[in-house]
């Protein structure tokens, strides 16, 4: 996307993207028009293609960050592969759900808009998402390698288990029974049953 | 919804809810017009009026449809509370995976279109989901209670499965390396370890 260099260029670049998922995560992307954008920002229309062509560029751009900022977060932070499978998984699931709580916005939109990009687009994003599956996929394969885990089809196990993650983000809201850890400890419990380790329990209920 | 009497109107209201889904389910609600779809159903934009209201109230009635015949078509072949909660649970999942996997268009827009309800329509959509996360959490209860289920949040273990599985509807496509039948029995296998049942494994992934 070209951007204007300086400071306030891009944060105004910035604004742009921030106003597009706000206004496209209420309304939806087809609903939603560049003159909407720039008001949102404070800009003249004219001046919103300084930062973006068009508005399925925008579009792309923000899944397109959203999934290169999920990868380059759980770099971060990814654990070695000499860490025993439980660990890992573990660690990936509480990044998943404390990212994905975080951002329900941009997961809202990263699943729902995916109907509005161009064929070149989709295949860019769902390559970027097939990467992160495979960060999943990696570890339940290791587990299984080493006997930890146990379950049928590993494939099918991780879309089962991104699935069930990313369900906290349409349910969770800040002051609720569960706190985002104690939300982190029940999925890790569950995501560790789901991948057939045997492991303690939480305290159970009756 | 109001609706002409007669086999030709009730033809054309179903027709009227048929094509809203399809036009929602590719474009979002926000971005589709009434004149839209009278011009797919083949109706003059006035006639349209003698179907339904407004769009608020066909988006009600295709949400409020979508839950009331899921949870019909659920009484139709629930099993009584006399069965064990393991032979419930394989029959809830392996019913909810065939709704769901047949009306792609419907489930996207009822998770997708919630934002778009009024407050009113929005609490009555809500409680009708609410009945259908009760039937799965009153079976996981029944097994709880009766020792053939170990989890710990009752509540959180329903959210969690239901997101996974719903998630087949996201992905599955008709001739991919599984079948409906193939997917609902790993499905089927994967609830049983999340809601902590000690049951066999089906083959296993090396």
Redesign the interface.
């Known amino acids: 996307m070209a951007r204007k260099s300086g400071s306030s260029g891009e944060k105004t670049a910035i604004a742009v993207r921030e106003a597009a998922i706000r206004l496209i995560a209420?309304?939806?992307?087809?609903?939603v028009s560049m003159r909407q954008i720039a008001r949102e920002v404070g800009v003249q229309a004219g001046a919103l293609y300084l930062y973006t062509p068009d508005k399925q560029s925008l579009l792309f751009d923000i899944l397109k960050s959203h999934m290169e900022d999920l990868l380059s977060s759980w770099q971060d932070e990814a654990p070695g592969s000499d860490m025993a499978p439980e660990a890992r998984l573990e660690r990936f699931v509480r990044f998943h759900i404390r990212y994905h709580i975080s951002r329900q916005d941009r997961v809202f939109i990263s699943?729902?808009e995916l109907?509005n990009l161009s064929p070149d687009n989709f295949v860019e994003i769902e390559r970027l998402r097939r990467l992160y599956e495979d960060v999943l996929g990696e570890i339940l394969s290791d587990g299984?390698?080493k006997g930890v885990f146990?379950?049928?089809?590993?494939r099918?196990?991780t879309?089962?288990?991104?699935?069930?993650l990313?369900?906290?983000s349409?349910?969770f809201r800040e002051g609720g029974r569960?706190g985002p850890d104690d939300?982190a400890a029940?999925?890790i419990?569950?995501s560790l049953?789901?991948a057939?380790a045997h492991v303690p329990?939480?305290?159970?209920?009756?």
Chains 1, 2 share one sequence.
């Open positions: 209420q309304h939806g992307f087809a609903a699943y729902m109907r299984a390698a146990v379950m049928e089809d590993i099918v196990t879309m089962a288990m991104i699935a069930m990313t369900g906290v349409t349910w569960l939300i029940h999925y419990s569950m049953r789901l057939g329990m939480l305290a159970v209920a009756e």
